[in-house]
């Protein structure tokens, strides 16, 4: 296991597009996290997995955001009708739980709404 | 409003020299600290922590300090080396917020000159 792993890394969409983004944690890691990073700022919590159950949604996650666990295991987040402000770098964690704090992130989903 | 501070936006620090970033925060419940670096294009890498219940923790070259008292952590890092250029975020989370969450700084930029 190599760490995390978001795919794609890249992604340019036209607006009012749907796209979705993948993200597998360390494989024994039952805690998974989503965060968005704009230029300039510290990564922005969205949402948290707790295996498959999500547990807690930002007040930045409109309702055109969707996150799915299904099983504990991977994760995706699908964003409707995109719009130019979705544009940021969307960054996926995980950590193994109460005995360790320490997240661990994967490379991020690039997205440019165009 | 940002829990988190990074009030420098930028540090340049000449090689073998300490660097020393700085990193505020406002809310009390904050318990754990830790400081991500993060090279372009990639995902923030896990450099060092701290619990609250700690003054100090050291880790090779990096220390972290934090004082409480003055909701104040800072980052050493001695001798600076040039693949030490790169963003830190300083990350804060609360183990009595349930998910851990991570809140973070908007980061400061640290070059260092060969």
């Known amino acids: 296991d190599t760490g995390v792993s978001q795919d794609p890394r890249h992604k340019i969409t036209k607006r009012g597009q749907n796209v979705t983004f993948r993200c597998d944690p360390i494989s024994e890691h039952n805690r998974l996290y989503w965060y968005r990073q704009t230029l300039g700022q510290g990564p922005e919590f969205l949402t948290y997995f707790q295996n498959e159950a999500q547990l807690e949604k930002s007040r930045l996650l409109s309702d055109r955001f969707s996150a799915e666990r299904p099983k504990g295991s991977f994760s995706t987040l699908e964003i409707q009708r995109t719009e130019q402000g979705d544009s940021a770098m969307y960054l996926c964690?995980?950590?193994?739980?109460?005995?360790?704090?320490?997240?661990?992130f994967g490379q991020g989903t690039r997205l440019t709404v165009v | 409003d940002q829990q988190v501070k990074q009030n420098s936006p930028s540090l340049s620090v000449q090689e073998g020299r300490i660097s020393i970033l700085n990193c505020d925060y406002t809310n009390s419940m904050f318990d754990y600290f830790l400081w991500y670096k993060k090279y372009p294009a990639e995902g923030p890498t896990f450099l060092i922590s701290i619990s609250s219940i700690k003054d100090k923790n050291e880790d090779g070259r990096f220390t972290v300090f934090l004082n409480k008292s003055a909701k104040h952590l800072s980052l050493h890092i001695v001798p600076s080396q040039p693949g030490d250029s790169a963003v830190y975020f300083c990350a804060a989370s609360g183990s009595n917020f349930g998910n851990e969450k991570l809140t973070f700084g908007t980061g400061t930029r640290l070059t260092i000159i060969p």
């Open positions: 964690a995980s950590r193994q739980g109460a005995r360790s704090t320490e997240a661990f």
